[in-house]
Protein backbone atom coordinates (compact mmCIF):
# COMPACT_ATOMS: atom_id res chain seq x y z
CA UNK A 1 0.00 0.00 0.00
CA UNK A 2 1.44 3.39 -0.55
CA UNK A 3 -0.31 6.48 0.55
CA UNK A 4 0.27 8.25 -2.87
CA UNK A 5 -1.91 7.89 -5.89
CA UNK A 6 0.52 8.83 -8.32
CA UNK A 7 3.87 7.59 -9.37
CA UNK A 8 6.73 10.50 -8.74
CA UNK A 9 8.17 12.23 -11.39
CA UNK A 10 11.10 11.46 -13.46
CA UNK A 11 12.53 14.49 -12.87
CA UNK A 12 11.85 14.56 -9.23
CA UNK A 13 13.39 11.40 -8.90
CA UNK A 14 16.51 12.60 -9.79
CA UNK A 15 16.24 15.79 -7.88
CA UNK A 16 15.70 13.98 -4.99
CA UNK A 17 17.96 10.59 -5.68
CA UNK A 18 21.15 10.77 -3.65
CA UNK A 19 22.68 7.52 -4.75
CA UNK A 20 24.40 8.75 -7.23
CA UNK A 21 27.00 10.34 -4.65
CA UNK A 22 25.96 8.62 -1.37
CA UNK A 23 27.38 5.18 -2.53
CA UNK A 24 30.06 5.72 -1.24
CA UNK A 25 28.82 5.25 2.09
CA UNK A 26 28.36 1.77 2.27
CA UNK A 27 31.32 0.69 4.75
CA UNK A 28 29.85 2.89 7.35
CA UNK A 29 26.59 2.26 6.38
CA UNK A 30 27.07 -1.65 6.36
CA UNK A 31 29.23 -1.48 10.02
CA UNK A 32 26.50 0.51 11.50
CA UNK A 33 23.91 -1.51 10.13
CA UNK A 34 25.63 -4.48 11.84
CA UNK A 35 25.82 -3.25 15.12
CA UNK A 36 23.22 -2.04 15.29
CA UNK A 37 21.33 -5.42 14.23
CA UNK A 38 23.96 -6.86 17.18
CA UNK A 39 22.53 -4.07 19.61
CA UNK A 40 18.83 -5.04 18.65
CA UNK A 41 19.37 -8.43 19.35
CA UNK A 42 21.11 -7.95 22.96
CA UNK A 43 17.99 -5.63 24.05
CA UNK A 44 15.93 -8.25 22.82
CA UNK A 45 14.01 -5.79 20.52
CA UNK A 46 14.78 -8.49 18.02
CA UNK A 47 15.30 -12.60 18.10
CA UNK A 48 18.81 -13.56 18.51
CA UNK A 49 18.61 -15.32 15.19
CA UNK A 50 16.88 -12.70 13.23
CA UNK A 51 20.20 -10.55 14.57
CA UNK A 52 22.33 -13.47 13.31
CA UNK A 53 20.48 -13.57 10.09
CA UNK A 54 20.90 -9.62 9.28
CA UNK A 55 24.03 -9.55 10.23
CA UNK A 56 25.22 -12.93 7.80
CA UNK A 57 22.84 -10.74 5.25
CA UNK A 58 24.48 -7.32 5.25
CA UNK A 59 27.88 -9.36 5.23
CA UNK A 60 26.59 -10.81 1.68
CA UNK A 61 25.72 -7.57 0.88
CA UNK A 62 29.11 -5.68 1.76
CA UNK A 63 30.29 -8.90 -0.25
CA UNK A 64 28.66 -7.93 -3.17
CA UNK A 65 29.41 -3.69 -3.14
CA UNK A 66 33.09 -4.17 -2.27
CA UNK A 67 33.69 -6.46 -6.07
CA UNK A 68 31.50 -4.03 -7.50
CA UNK A 69 28.24 -6.41 -8.52
CA UNK A 70 25.92 -4.82 -6.36
CA UNK A 71 22.54 -4.61 -8.64
CA UNK A 72 21.42 -1.24 -7.99
CA UNK A 73 17.93 -0.32 -9.02
CA UNK A 74 16.68 2.49 -10.70
CA UNK A 75 14.20 3.29 -7.75
CA UNK A 76 17.04 3.12 -5.49
CA UNK A 77 16.72 6.98 -4.11
CA UNK A 78 19.74 6.36 -1.53
CA UNK A 79 22.39 4.18 0.03
CA UNK A 80 20.23 3.19 2.59
CA UNK A 81 17.47 2.05 0.72
CA UNK A 82 19.32 0.33 -2.05
CA UNK A 83 21.31 -1.95 1.09
CA UNK A 84 18.06 -2.87 3.37
CA UNK A 85 16.45 -3.62 -0.45
CA UNK A 86 18.94 -6.03 -1.23
CA UNK A 87 19.07 -7.36 2.06
CA UNK A 88 16.06 -7.94 2.44
CA UNK A 89 15.91 -9.53 -1.38
CA UNK A 90 19.27 -12.07 0.11
CA UNK A 91 17.82 -12.81 4.01
CA UNK A 92 14.25 -12.77 3.17
CA UNK A 93 11.58 -10.88 5.32
CA UNK A 94 13.84 -10.60 7.90
CA UNK A 95 15.49 -7.59 6.07
CA UNK A 96 12.56 -5.71 7.03
CA UNK A 97 13.24 -6.00 10.66
CA UNK A 98 16.86 -3.99 10.61
CA UNK A 99 14.91 -0.70 10.63
CA UNK A 100 13.37 -0.98 13.74
CA UNK A 101 14.18 1.42 16.45
CA UNK A 102 16.40 4.18 13.26
CA UNK A 103 15.16 6.30 10.88
CA UNK A 104 17.41 7.14 8.08
CA UNK A 105 17.94 10.85 9.57
CA UNK A 106 19.94 9.45 12.51
CA UNK A 107 21.04 6.81 9.87
CA UNK A 108 22.62 8.84 7.43
CA UNK A 109 24.27 11.67 9.87
CA UNK A 110 25.85 8.61 11.83
CA UNK A 111 27.40 7.64 8.30
CA UNK A 112 28.59 10.63 7.86
CA UNK A 113 30.21 11.15 10.75
CA UNK A 114 31.97 7.78 10.60
CA UNK A 115 33.52 8.68 7.40
CA UNK A 116 34.34 12.09 8.51
CA UNK A 117 36.37 10.68 11.48
CA UNK A 118 38.25 8.48 9.14
CA UNK A 119 38.53 10.76 6.47
CA UNK A 120 40.19 13.68 9.22
CA UNK A 121 42.78 10.77 10.15
CA UNK A 122 43.62 10.21 6.25
CA UNK A 123 44.32 13.80 6.01
CA UNK A 124 46.31 14.08 8.96
CA UNK A 125 48.53 11.30 7.85
CA UNK A 126 48.81 12.93 4.58
CA UNK A 127 49.90 16.44 6.22
CA UNK A 128 52.39 14.33 8.16
CA UNK A 129 53.53 13.18 5.17
CA UNK A 130 53.84 17.06 3.83
CA UNK A 131 55.93 17.97 6.44
CA UNK A 132 58.29 15.06 6.90
CA UNK A 133 59.09 16.33 3.08
CA UNK A 134 59.12 19.88 4.46
CA UNK A 135 61.67 18.91 7.46
CA UNK A 136 64.07 16.90 5.09
CA UNK A 137 65.07 19.59 2.73
CA UNK A 138 64.46 22.10 5.37
CA UNK A 139 67.65 20.25 7.20
CA UNK A 140 68.95 19.97 3.81
CA UNK A 141 69.13 23.55 2.88
CA UNK A 142 69.59 24.96 6.52
CA UNK A 143 72.60 27.18 5.36
CA UNK A 144 71.30 28.05 1.73
CA UNK A 145 70.59 32.01 1.30
CA UNK A 146 68.16 33.07 -0.37
CA UNK A 147 66.21 36.40 -0.58
CA UNK A 148 63.06 36.57 1.37
CA UNK A 149 60.48 38.51 -0.15
CA UNK A 150 58.08 41.68 0.96
CA UNK A 151 55.22 42.62 -1.79
CA UNK A 152 57.21 40.06 -3.73
CA UNK A 153 60.52 42.40 -3.82
CA UNK A 154 63.57 41.57 -2.36
CA UNK A 155 63.34 42.03 1.53
CA UNK A 156 65.79 40.52 3.92
CA UNK A 157 67.83 37.39 3.13
CA UNK A 158 66.86 34.02 4.52
CA UNK A 159 67.61 30.38 4.99
CA UNK A 160 65.86 28.05 2.35
CA UNK A 161 65.68 25.38 5.07
CA UNK A 162 63.71 29.04 7.42
CA UNK A 163 61.42 29.61 4.22
CA UNK A 164 60.66 25.91 3.97
CA UNK A 165 60.01 25.86 7.67
CA UNK A 166 57.36 28.45 7.46
CA UNK A 167 55.32 25.87 5.54
CA UNK A 168 55.63 22.97 7.96
CA UNK A 169 54.19 25.19 10.78
CA UNK A 170 50.96 26.08 8.77
CA UNK A 171 50.63 22.30 8.12
CA UNK A 172 51.78 21.60 11.86
CA UNK A 173 48.68 23.64 12.57
CA UNK A 174 46.11 21.91 9.96
CA UNK A 175 47.01 18.65 11.40
CA UNK A 176 45.68 19.74 14.56
CA UNK A 177 42.54 21.55 13.21
CA UNK A 178 41.72 17.52 11.37
CA UNK A 179 42.64 16.19 15.13
CA UNK A 180 40.32 18.32 16.26
CA UNK A 181 37.36 18.04 13.77
CA UNK A 182 38.10 14.48 14.28
CA UNK A 183 36.84 14.65 17.79
CA UNK A 184 33.93 17.07 16.67
CA UNK A 185 32.55 14.32 14.95
CA UNK A 186 32.85 11.72 18.19
CA UNK A 187 29.41 12.03 19.29
CA UNK A 188 27.12 8.93 18.49
CA UNK A 189 23.72 10.24 16.51
CA UNK A 190 22.49 7.07 15.90
CA UNK A 191 19.33 6.49 18.69
CA UNK A 192 18.34 9.92 18.09
CA UNK A 193 15.66 8.15 15.90
CA UNK A 194 13.90 10.48 13.62
CA UNK A 195 14.17 13.40 15.95
CA UNK A 196 12.74 12.74 19.15
CA UNK A 197 14.34 9.36 20.31
CA UNK A 198 12.64 5.57 19.62
CA UNK A 199 10.16 3.90 21.19
CA UNK A 200 12.73 0.98 22.25
CA UNK A 201 15.13 0.94 25.34
CA UNK A 202 18.13 1.08 22.77
CA UNK A 203 21.42 0.78 24.19
CA UNK A 204 23.67 4.17 22.40
CA UNK A 205 26.51 3.40 24.82
CA UNK A 206 26.99 -0.36 23.43
CA UNK A 207 26.84 1.41 19.74
CA UNK A 208 29.09 4.09 20.48
CA UNK A 209 31.56 1.79 21.33
CA UNK A 210 31.32 -0.73 18.45
CA UNK A 211 31.62 1.93 15.91
CA UNK A 212 34.02 3.60 18.01
CA UNK A 213 32.72 6.86 19.09
CA UNK A 214 33.64 8.31 22.64
CA UNK A 215 30.15 9.78 23.57
CA UNK A 216 26.41 9.61 22.84
CA UNK A 217 25.06 12.40 21.36
CA UNK A 218 23.02 13.98 23.83
CA UNK A 219 19.97 15.76 22.28
CA UNK A 220 17.94 13.69 19.55
CA UNK A 221 17.03 17.08 18.00
CA UNK A 222 20.54 18.76 17.75
CA UNK A 223 21.89 14.94 16.59
CA UNK A 224 19.56 14.64 13.36
CA UNK A 225 20.04 18.35 12.63
CA UNK A 226 23.45 19.48 13.50
CA UNK A 227 26.45 19.57 10.87
CA UNK A 228 28.59 21.68 12.12
CA UNK A 229 31.11 18.39 13.00
CA UNK A 230 31.15 18.73 8.90
CA UNK A 231 31.75 22.50 9.08
CA UNK A 232 34.89 22.16 11.40
CA UNK A 233 36.31 19.63 8.77
CA UNK A 234 35.06 21.77 5.41
CA UNK A 235 37.26 24.68 7.49
CA UNK A 236 40.21 22.65 8.83
CA UNK A 237 40.02 21.69 5.18
CA UNK A 238 39.35 25.15 3.49
CA UNK A 239 42.51 26.54 5.47
CA UNK A 240 45.13 23.36 4.61
CA UNK A 241 44.01 24.00 0.84
CA UNK A 242 44.76 27.87 0.85
CA UNK A 243 48.14 27.33 2.78
CA UNK A 244 49.20 25.06 -0.16
CA UNK A 245 47.81 27.54 -2.24
CA UNK A 246 50.53 29.57 -1.14
CA UNK A 247 53.17 27.13 -1.63
CA UNK A 248 51.96 25.95 -5.24
CA UNK A 249 52.10 29.82 -6.06
CA UNK A 250 55.72 29.90 -4.89
CA UNK A 251 56.34 27.01 -6.74
CA UNK A 252 55.61 28.49 -10.12
CA UNK A 253 57.69 31.69 -9.68
CA UNK A 254 60.88 30.03 -8.47
CA UNK A 255 60.35 27.32 -11.19
CA UNK A 256 60.33 30.18 -14.15
CA UNK A 257 63.03 31.01 -16.17
CA UNK A 258 62.71 34.52 -14.18
CA UNK A 259 63.50 33.34 -10.45
CA UNK A 260 65.48 30.10 -11.72
CA UNK A 261 65.50 28.82 -7.86
CA UNK A 262 64.11 25.45 -8.41
CA UNK A 263 63.55 22.57 -10.96
CA UNK A 264 60.06 20.43 -10.83
CA UNK A 265 60.36 16.83 -10.76
CA UNK A 266 59.01 15.56 -14.13
CA UNK A 267 56.75 13.15 -12.34
CA UNK A 268 54.88 16.47 -11.25
CA UNK A 269 55.25 18.45 -14.52
CA UNK A 270 53.26 18.35 -17.89
CA UNK A 271 54.72 19.02 -21.43
CA UNK A 272 53.29 21.75 -23.73
CA UNK A 273 51.40 20.26 -26.41
CA UNK A 274 52.70 22.34 -29.24
CA UNK A 275 55.81 23.97 -27.37
CA UNK A 276 58.30 20.57 -27.09
CA UNK A 277 60.48 23.05 -24.93
CA UNK A 278 58.42 23.78 -22.46
CA UNK A 279 57.89 21.91 -18.89
CA UNK A 280 54.97 23.33 -16.97
CA UNK A 281 54.35 22.99 -13.48
CA UNK A 282 50.98 21.86 -13.80
CA UNK A 283 50.63 20.50 -10.17
CA UNK A 284 51.66 24.07 -8.46
CA UNK A 285 49.33 25.87 -10.13
CA UNK A 286 46.68 23.56 -9.70
CA UNK A 287 47.65 23.84 -5.90
CA UNK A 288 46.60 27.21 -6.02
CA UNK A 289 43.63 27.05 -8.70
CA UNK A 290 41.75 24.36 -6.00
CA UNK A 291 41.58 25.91 -3.03
CA UNK A 292 38.94 28.29 -3.60
CA UNK A 293 37.15 25.15 -4.45
CA UNK A 294 37.48 23.74 -1.35
CA UNK A 295 36.76 27.26 0.47
CA UNK A 296 33.78 27.09 -1.36
CA UNK A 297 32.76 23.96 -0.21
CA UNK A 298 32.58 25.06 3.26
CA UNK A 299 30.65 28.64 2.34
CA UNK A 300 27.88 26.42 0.71
CA UNK A 301 27.62 24.07 3.58
CA UNK A 302 27.42 27.80 5.45
CA UNK A 303 24.56 28.35 3.36
CA UNK A 304 22.86 25.18 3.65
CA UNK A 305 22.71 24.97 7.31
CA UNK A 306 22.37 28.80 7.54
CA UNK A 307 18.53 29.45 8.82
CA UNK A 308 17.43 25.90 8.28
CA UNK A 309 14.93 25.13 11.46
CA UNK A 310 15.20 21.95 13.29
CA UNK A 311 15.43 19.20 12.10
CA UNK A 312 16.05 17.19 9.83
CA UNK A 313 15.43 19.06 6.25
CA UNK A 314 16.15 17.41 2.76
CA UNK A 315 18.46 20.27 2.31
CA UNK A 316 20.81 18.66 4.60
CA UNK A 317 21.31 16.27 1.80
CA UNK A 318 23.29 18.73 -0.18
CA UNK A 319 26.27 18.29 2.79
CA UNK A 320 27.74 14.84 1.41
CA UNK A 321 28.91 16.55 -2.45
CA UNK A 322 30.71 19.30 -0.59
CA UNK A 323 32.53 16.91 1.98
CA UNK A 324 33.50 14.10 -0.28
CA UNK A 325 35.03 16.16 -3.32
CA UNK A 326 36.49 18.98 -0.14
CA UNK A 327 38.35 15.90 1.05
CA UNK A 328 39.45 14.44 -2.08
CA UNK A 329 40.61 17.31 -3.81
CA UNK A 330 42.79 18.22 -0.64
CA UNK A 331 44.06 14.95 -0.34
CA UNK A 332 45.11 15.09 -3.98
CA UNK A 333 47.12 18.77 -3.26
CA UNK A 334 48.76 17.27 -0.67
CA UNK A 335 49.91 14.08 -2.55
CA UNK A 336 51.07 17.37 -5.37
CA UNK A 337 52.38 18.92 -2.68
CA UNK A 338 54.81 16.20 -0.90
CA UNK A 339 55.95 15.16 -4.00
CA UNK A 340 57.10 18.76 -5.51
CA UNK A 341 58.66 19.51 -2.43
CA UNK A 342 60.45 15.81 -1.90
CA UNK A 343 61.79 16.04 -5.69
CA UNK A 344 62.35 19.58 -6.38
CA UNK A 345 66.19 20.39 -7.28
CA UNK A 346 67.02 23.84 -5.63
CA UNK A 347 69.18 25.90 -7.66
CA UNK A 348 71.23 26.84 -4.24
CA UNK A 349 74.08 28.98 -6.75
CA UNK A 350 71.04 31.25 -7.79
CA UNK A 351 69.27 31.53 -4.61
CA UNK A 352 72.44 32.89 -3.05
CA UNK A 353 73.05 35.48 -5.90
CA UNK A 354 70.15 36.50 -5.63
CA UNK A 355 70.39 37.04 -2.13
CA UNK A 356 73.94 39.10 -2.31
CA UNK A 357 72.50 41.58 -3.59
CA UNK A 358 74.19 44.88 -1.52
CA UNK A 359 70.48 46.71 -1.34
CA UNK A 360 68.80 43.43 0.69
CA UNK A 361 71.27 44.76 3.10
CA UNK A 362 69.76 47.99 3.89
CA UNK A 363 67.81 47.02 7.15
CA UNK A 364 71.21 46.00 8.87
CA UNK A 365 72.66 49.42 7.96
CA UNK A 366 70.28 51.32 9.63
CA UNK A 367 70.14 48.90 12.75
CA UNK A 368 74.10 49.80 12.75
CA UNK A 369 73.35 53.50 12.87
CA UNK A 370 70.68 52.56 15.89
CA UNK A 371 73.44 50.13 17.59
CA UNK A 372 75.59 53.87 17.47
CA UNK A 373 73.15 55.47 18.65
CA UNK A 374 70.52 57.14 16.22
CA UNK A 375 66.63 56.66 16.43
CA UNK A 376 65.67 54.11 14.09
CA UNK A 377 63.28 56.73 12.20
CA UNK A 378 65.91 59.16 11.38
CA UNK A 379 68.56 55.88 10.42
CA UNK A 380 66.01 54.48 7.79
CA UNK A 381 65.69 57.47 5.82
CA UNK A 382 69.42 57.88 6.32
CA UNK A 383 69.75 54.30 4.45
CA UNK A 384 66.96 55.55 1.33
CA UNK A 385 69.28 58.29 1.18
CA UNK A 386 71.93 55.85 0.35
CA UNK A 387 70.03 53.54 -1.72
CA UNK A 388 69.01 56.64 -3.67
CA UNK A 389 72.90 58.07 -4.66
CA UNK A 390 73.54 54.35 -5.24
CA UNK A 391 70.78 53.93 -7.68
CA UNK A 392 70.85 57.30 -9.18
CA UNK A 393 74.64 56.41 -10.15
CA UNK A 394 74.23 52.71 -10.88
CA UNK A 395 76.59 52.15 -8.39
CA UNK A 396 76.28 49.27 -5.11
CA UNK A 397 76.34 50.68 -1.86
CA UNK A 398 79.63 49.52 -1.12
CA UNK A 399 81.35 51.74 -3.85
CA UNK A 400 79.80 54.62 -2.20
CA UNK A 401 82.43 57.00 -1.31
CA UNK A 402 83.43 58.64 2.00
CA UNK A 403 82.30 61.98 1.25
CA UNK A 404 78.90 60.82 0.22
CA UNK A 405 78.17 58.90 3.34
CA UNK A 406 79.21 62.00 5.38
CA UNK A 407 76.72 63.65 3.77
CA UNK A 408 73.97 61.59 4.43
CA UNK A 409 74.93 61.36 7.83
CA UNK A 410 78.20 62.38 10.18
CA UNK A 411 77.29 59.12 12.55
CA UNK A 412 77.73 57.41 9.45
CA UNK A 413 80.78 59.05 8.14
CA UNK A 414 82.17 58.26 11.36
CA UNK A 415 82.39 55.13 11.58
CA UNK A 416 83.20 54.05 7.45
CA UNK A 417 84.61 50.79 8.56
CA UNK A 418 81.96 48.95 10.40
CA UNK A 419 79.62 49.98 7.38
CA UNK A 420 82.23 48.00 4.89
CA UNK A 421 82.49 45.40 7.52
CA UNK A 422 77.87 45.10 7.53
CA UNK A 423 78.26 44.97 3.55
CA UNK A 424 80.87 42.49 3.09
CA UNK A 425 79.07 39.53 4.43
CA UNK A 426 77.01 36.88 4.93
CA UNK A 427 76.45 38.47 8.39
CA UNK A 428 73.08 39.82 7.40
CA UNK A 429 71.21 36.47 7.92
CA UNK A 430 73.36 35.41 11.13
CA UNK A 431 72.51 39.04 12.55
CA UNK A 432 68.92 37.54 12.52
CA UNK A 433 69.59 36.71 16.32
CA UNK A 434 66.31 36.56 17.95
CA UNK A 435 64.10 33.79 18.87
CA UNK A 436 62.46 32.57 15.45
CA UNK A 437 64.65 34.17 13.38
CA UNK A 438 67.05 33.03 10.02
CA UNK A 439 70.68 32.93 11.85
CA UNK A 440 71.69 29.33 12.06
CA UNK A 441 71.65 29.08 15.48
CA UNK A 442 68.18 29.65 15.96
CA UNK A 443 67.36 28.01 12.63
CA UNK A 444 68.73 25.10 14.12
CA UNK A 445 66.72 25.45 17.23
CA UNK A 446 63.84 25.39 14.94
CA UNK A 447 64.50 22.48 13.40
CA UNK A 448 64.83 20.53 16.25
CA UNK A 449 61.42 22.04 17.18
CA UNK A 450 59.60 20.79 14.09
CA UNK A 451 61.32 17.42 14.40
CA UNK A 452 59.24 17.27 17.92
CA UNK A 453 56.19 18.60 16.92
CA UNK A 454 56.42 16.35 13.61
CA UNK A 455 56.44 13.02 16.19
CA UNK A 456 53.56 14.73 18.19
CA UNK A 457 50.15 12.84 17.16
CA UNK A 458 47.42 15.29 18.31
CA UNK A 459 44.91 12.01 16.95
CA UNK A 460 46.04 10.46 19.94
N1 LIG B 1 19.46 10.62 1.43
C1 LIG B 1 19.09 11.31 2.60
C2 LIG B 1 20.14 12.33 2.97
O1 LIG B 1 21.17 12.27 2.43
C3 LIG B 1 18.93 10.34 3.73
C4 LIG B 1 18.00 10.81 4.78
C5 LIG B 1 16.61 10.86 4.24
N2 LIG B 1 15.68 11.17 5.29
C6 LIG B 1 14.45 11.52 5.02
N3 LIG B 1 13.69 11.82 6.03
N4 LIG B 1 14.03 11.65 3.79
O2 LIG B 1 19.94 13.20 3.76
Redesign the pocket.
Known amino acids: MSRFSEPQHPDFQRL ?4 GF ?1 RRLWPQDIAQSQAHARMLAARGIISEADGDALIKGLQAVALELAEERFPFDPGD ?5 AIERRLTEIAGPVGGRLHTAR ?3 D ?3 TD ?1 AMFTREAAVAAGAAIAEAMGALLKRACEHAATAMPGYTHLQRAQPVYLGHHLLAYFWMLERDRRRFAYARREAGRLPLGAG ?1 MAGVNFDTDRAMLAAELGFEQVAPNSIDAVSGRDFLLDFLGAAATCATHLSRLGAELVLWSSSEFGFCTLPDSWSSGSSIMPQKKNPDAAELLRGKAPRVVAHLTALHGVIHALPLT ?1 N ?1 D ?5 EHLFDAADTLQLCLAAASGMIAGAAFDEQRMREAASDELIAATDIADLLVKLGMPFREAHGVVAGLVRTALDSGRALSELTAEELAAQSELLGAHQGEFREVLSSSSWLESKISEGGTSTARLAEQLTRAEQALDEDPFG
Open positions: NASIDEDIHMSRNQVVLAYKLQEDK
